[in-house]
């Protein structure tokens, strides 16, 4: 080829190149500013429009509203925020009522490092007897990685598989990392357990705060009063509650658990975005006797309510480890069409005035577990924190 006919072929590429960027430039000019010139709504008709006119993949177009959906509630950069398109929302509700299919334990988020954690596994659960500990960093679930803001897609992954299906787990465990493989099984909640120790020292453990546990109209609220009045009954005189591996539940109820034992004051109070303030209060009623509460890392939101009340009142010594962290409050709201939202909408103090979110509530009596059991596996000659507890009490 000659020079003439190279610089020919040249000045053509370059015309054509040109053409093709002015046309396509023109194309997308008109689309932002058919896309842009309106309100969101119109914006996002556009957006579905141009997905169904143009893209060469077919569009699930209940799919493509539920993330869009998804994305706003994403917005907020809060894990414990989302969106529920209505197969989630109701795995979503299951995990929060009597019983449902999954692993049995509570995730929470590490926002500052970005990471899936475990609050705590639940007593006797697949997951707790599996070894899943409170504290573990989940890197991978079945192969996929997750991080803090998955929070809600990991959660309703674990419960969605069919009872007797396995899921692998790579967590993070004192800076090393192992699989664990976890079956799911259908999680029965029973929130409340005592017993009598020496010297008429009455011990209960919540593991939750539940609304309809056991099948029936029972919540933790009305179990607790049940096992604290049989304690009193058979001659109690001092009370260890536990809270250990509690990651919270029911905000109403553990206020009138609280109430229960406490004098008349303050038992929290929240704060809304407005800068509105409620006060959850106690009345004169109590617990007239000496009371320890054993709290650790799994304790978490309400338990944590619990015990800032108790300790604040100056009506028991907290014993144990630091708990989770966990201060703000969830709303969840229903759709029509099944689908769903869990919104962050308050944040709670305890009666001194803080808020513990990512602080966590220091024990009055730091006592590390001394064994690498289940705490419901320990008896008590083993479980330094109870002994420690006991200790207090008696002397």
Not at 133 to 145: A, L, V
């Amino acid at each position: 080829m000659d020079i003439k006919v190279k610089k020919r072929t040249a000045v053509f590429a370059v015309l054509i190149t040109v053409i093709l960027t002015a046309i396509i430039t023109s194309a997308v000019k008109d689309i932002l500013y058919f896309a842009g010139a309106g309100t969101l709504s119109s914006k996002m008709a556009a957006v579905s429009k141009m997905l169904k006119d143009y893209c060469i993949y077919d569009i699930d177009e209940e799919k493509m509203n539920d993330y869009a959906l998804i994305g706003m509630t994403a917005a907020a950069g809060d894990p414990y925020t989302s969106y529920y398109p209505k197969d989630e929302f109701s795995a979503y509700k299951d995990s929060v009522s009597v019983s449902y299919i999954g692993i049995g334990a509570t995730l929470g988020a590490d926002l500052e490092n970005n990471q899936l954690v475990v609050i705590s596994p639940m007593e006797d659960s697949p997951a707790e007897k599996a070894g899943l500990k409170s504290g573990d960093i989940i890197k991978e679930i079945d192969s996929t990685p997750y991080t803090a803001v998955q929070l809600s897609e990991a959660a309703t992954y674990l419960k969605t598989g069919d009872e007797g299906t396995s899921v692998v787990l790579k967590v993070e465990r004192g800076g090393n990392e192992q699989e664990i493989t976890i079956t799911r099984q259908k999680i029965i909640k029973i929130s409340v357990k005592s017993k009598m120790l020496e010297k008429n020292t009455g011990y209960i453990r919540i593991t939750g705060f539940e609304r309809d546990i056991s099948g029936g109209a029972k919540n933790t609220y009305d179990e607790f009063c049940e096992h604290l009045e049989a304690l009193k009954t058979a001659g109690m005189t001092s009370l260890v509650i536990d809270l250990r591996d509690n990651p919270g539940g029911d905000f109403e109820l553990v206020c009138k658990i609280a109430d229960k034992l406490l004098p008349e004051g303050l038992i929290t109070y929240t704060v809304d975005k407005n800068g509105k303030r409620k006060d959850e209060k106690s009345d004169a009623e109590c617990l007239d006797m000496p009371m320890a509460v054993l709290i650790n890392g799994g304790s978490a939101s309400a338990s944590e309510i619990l015990t800032g009340a108790l300790k604040d009142n100056n009506k028991a010594t907290v014993i144990g480890t630091k708990s989770y962290g966990k201060g703000i409050v969830q709303s969840v709201f229903s759709f029509t069409d099944g689908s769903g939202m869990s919104i962050t909408t308050a944040k709670y103090y305890t009666p001194s005035g803080v808020c513990i979110q990512d602080i966590g509530i220091d024990p009055d009596i730091e006592v590390l577990p001394g064994s690498e059991k289940a705490i419901s596996e320990l008896e008590p000659t083993e479980d330094a924190q109870l002994k420690k507890a006991l200790e207090t009490l008696w002397r």
